[in-house]
């Protein structure tokens, strides 16, 4: 089930749900719309591979925009940090960005329990747009969970993004076996 307006804000009153900084005028119906950071991240090399560690470079959009441009995977950030303590928490673009030819994860829109972060975005465009930090980016929903959660995610020690930070944060892919 999909927590409404009024749940989402009982939640954050018992202290299930965090949103820093909170704007009550972004909250939905049954949604909480996040922002984009001006922290933004692309990949060094042409040529990515999932067994390695693949370096990023950090940068920062100014005020007047940054033009994103197809063909690049773009790591963007939330201006907010979020934490979710009884529910699963979705991420998925807002429609108007969505217009725009933007998509804002290729894979990752779902959250897990115990998720306390900045979200990473994966950003990629379908022709050149101009995007600027604080412009509305996505919306959060929240799903509430049947049963008890054994091991929270910020409790996992194989989780790999519980190091709290407002950059976007590259795959970590190749922690894994395979």
């Not at 033009?67 to 673009?93: A, D, I, M, Q, W």
Request: proline fraction near 5%.
């Amino acid at each position: 089930m999909i927590l409404s307006d009024k749940a989402i804000l009982q939640a954050m009153e018992a202290g299930d749900i965090v949103v820093e900084p909170f704007d009550r005028s972004a909250l939905g119906t049954n949604s909480y719309d996040v922002h984009l950071s001006k922290h933004l991240a692309t990949y060094t090399d042409e040529i990515l591979d999932a067994r390695q560690h693949n370096k990023i470079a950090h940068f920062e959009m100014p005020e007047d925009g940054y033009v994103l441009r197809p063909g690049t995977v773009y790591l963007g950030s939330t201006l907010e940090y979020t934490e979710t303590h009884k529910h699963v928490p979705f991420l998925e673009g807002k429609s108007s960005v969505g217009r725009l030819g933007i998509d804002i994860h290729a894979t990752a829109g779902k959250g897990d329990v115990g998720f306390c972060n900045h979200w990473t975005l994966e950003i990629s465009v379908a022709q050149p747009v101009r995007v600027y930090p604080g412009m509305p980016i996505g919306q959060l929903i929240y799903f509430g969970v049947d049963g008890d959660v054994e091991t929270f995610y910020n409790k996992k020690a194989s989780a790999k993004y519980n190091k709290r930070s407002p950059l976007p944060m590259e795959s970590m892919m190749w922690r894994n076996s395979f």
